[in-house]
């Protein structure tokens, strides 16, 4: 029986992901701006946007290739490519919170809108974090329970039941 609010938990990890592409990327934008390096944003900003790039692309592919390309998905594939997108954003994450460093009070830094930009940032990669583990674990679940239970289609029907 497949778990019916998988669907949701998609669709709260798209908006997420958005939600973080928004934050990574306005804050790389202050780099330029407030912090004076000349547009170079740390790597570890950069990742995360490439996390939330990757994040929607992944869950485009999860998400609409089972409804109307069936013959490109493979339910293996959707499960690798949720383990890699969970090692991704707990390996961003983590650089994030290092390198922000912290907590910090906010109202009181000399840039109070970095300084809670690169909170939400860091929250919203944990988030995610754990809504992907969440999904690799359910279609691990869901690949295990359909192991094995193949349906021979070589073998004609017989078009008439009861003939």
């Known amino acids: 029986?497949?778990?019916?609010f998988a669907p949701i938990v998609h669709i709260v990890a798209a908006v997420f992901a958005i939600i973080e592409l928004g934050l990574t990327a306005?804050?790389?934008s202050l780099y330029n701006s407030i912090f004076g390096f000349g547009g170079y944003s740390p790597s570890t900003i950069n990742f995360m946007i490439f996390n939330s790039v990757w994040s929607i692309l992944v869950l485009v592919y999860i998400g609409l290739t089972p409804l109307y390309m069936t013959s490109v998905?493979?339910?293996l594939a959707a499960l690798a490519l949720n383990v890699l997108t969970a090692i991704f954003w707990f390996a961003g994450a983590i650089?994030?919170?290092v390198g922000f460093g912290g907590p910090y009070d906010c109202r009181r830094s000399s840039a109070p809108t970095a300084c809670s930009t690169g909170e939400a940032a860091v929250a919203f990669g944990f988030f995610l974090w754990a809504l992907f583990t969440f999904l690799a674990v359910v279609d691990a679940i869901e690949?295990?329970?359909?192991r094995g239970h193949h349906v021979d289609t070589s073998?004609?029907?017989?078009?008439?039941?009861?003939?």
């Not at 029986?1 to 019916?4: E, H, S, Y």
């Not at 690949?143 to 359909?146: A, D, E, P, T």
């Not at 073998?155 to 003939?163: E, M, R, V």
């Open 1 to 4: 029986m497949a778990l019916r």
């Open 26 to 28: 306005y804050w790389a």
């Open 73 to 75: 998905f493979h339910r």
């Open 95 to 97: 650089a994030l919170a």
């Open 143 to 146: 690949s295990l329970r359909r």
């Open 155 to 163: 073998k004609p029907t017989n078009a008439y039941p009861g003939a």
